[in-house]
């Protein structure tokens, strides 16, 4: 679940610079570390620096995910320390995937579809960056990367009410793999609680079964974490994403 995909977009590359990879390319880096990084103290406030640094020169932003049984303990404190800002803490979740592929049962008037273009792509993500009020850009690019890439291993779904975007998640699969990892499930505020995002689930969850993936994994926001948890997804640990952005964006 940690590791580097075996498929990049163009433009795209991973680093390796002691335990931890950096992906570079991305409109925004990734650090990706194993469960217990070694080095601790001074050795790892230099490894971090190093991350930091390494983005910086390019001026990118980088994102360095700790989960909550992560070591050394204390690497949330030393990211503090070093610049890296926390953002909310997620609830990683699992669930067995042939126990949450049920039929999806969407509410009159909205269909779900599989898509990979590149204006349906758009329009997701402008959908996003319209609810999180955010720059839908870097999302519109990662994702296009990432099916271009791999287009059998990303599985975007969206649903739509007259044309309209009213919900959209997307499925990542590791070819081999036993776990997929459920993304995105942002739904526009008039269409929340009716039932779309439990179908999204269901529908990727079938996906997910059909490439001979057994669970399913999600880091899930305080909103959504009740819902995935009464569809059955148990709680294994938490996830914080921390970031650090050059000075010029803060």
Known sequence: MRGVP????????????????????????????????GPGGADLDRLIARQRDHFAARGEAVEWKVRGHDRPADLGDRLRAAGFVPGPTQTVLIGRAADLATEPRLPEGVVLRRVAAEPDIRRIAMMEGAVWDM????????????????????????????DEVVSAAWLVLTPGGTFAGLRGGTTVPPWRGRGIYRALTAARARLAVARGAEHLHVDASHASAPTLHRLGFHPATTATPYMWTPPQER
Do not use: S, T, Y
Request: aromatic share 6%.
């Open 135 to 162: 720059d839908w850009r870097p999302l519109h690019a990662f994702l296009n990367g990432q099916i271009e890439a791999a287009p059998d291993d990303v599985a975007v779904l969206v649903a739509e009410a007259d």
């Open 6 to 37: 075996p498929a990049l977009p163009a433009g795209v590359r991973w680093e390796k610079d002691g335990p931890v990879h950096r992906v570079v390319g991305h409109p925004c880096g990734f650090v990706i570390g194993p469960r217990d990084l």
